[in-house]
């Protein structure tokens, strides 16, 4: 907590502990730039961490330790999810992503074998992704998820623990991770993933997010 501000109210629950900032912009300010150091801190106390502005139950950033262990009441949801998508039939999956379209979720269907996107709905715009949700059809990801701007031949390590979490759970709840848009500006984004053994003989990843999920951590350079 060293670098929470006296102004702001630390409020812990039974599995997370809600930092609850004056304003909203004074929140965005220090998410900014201590981005790393509540990942660490959530990492260090097994629990998640959430920022909101006074006022909102909203939080402008939710961060939960990749190796927390879920209440009771959480493994009971994880197990229904992971059930619902892992052996999954085409028309199943199909009642997914209208369901979650109607909730107001982005989601986006990649192949888990080539990494080529397959599907994204309406709701990414270029505000978030730079590109329109046609225009990802076909794109291959690991463009994203690469360790640098410059570096295109080494992955970033967010997308292996990726791939290790869903090999093993089958389901990643708000799972943190940064990549270059098309643009090559890099940002941050929080999703729920899914793993799909069988979307039409493919293995794929299905990623759920709200459209405010996301922050600019780097722009794109200017040529």
Known sequence: TALIPRSWEVRPTANAIRLIAPDRQEAMDL????????????ERLQCELMIVAHG???PLLRIKAQN???SEGEELKMSDRQSALLGADYMRILGFLMHQRQEGNIVIITSNTTNICLHTNDLLTP???HWTAAQFTGYNYLRSWRASREEYDRLNPEFEQLQTLLARDGYVKGYNYSLYRPDDAKCSYSTDYYLCRDY???EVRI???RPQDWQLLEPAEIN
């Open 127 to 129: 505000a978030r992704a």
């Open 31 to 42: 998410i900014k730039g201590a981005r790393s150091y509540f990942k660490q801190s959530a």
């Open 68 to 70: 927390q262990k879920p």
């Open 207 to 209: 990623g759920v997010s």
């Open 56 to 58: 909102s139950d909203r």
């Open 200 to 202: 039409c003989g493919d």
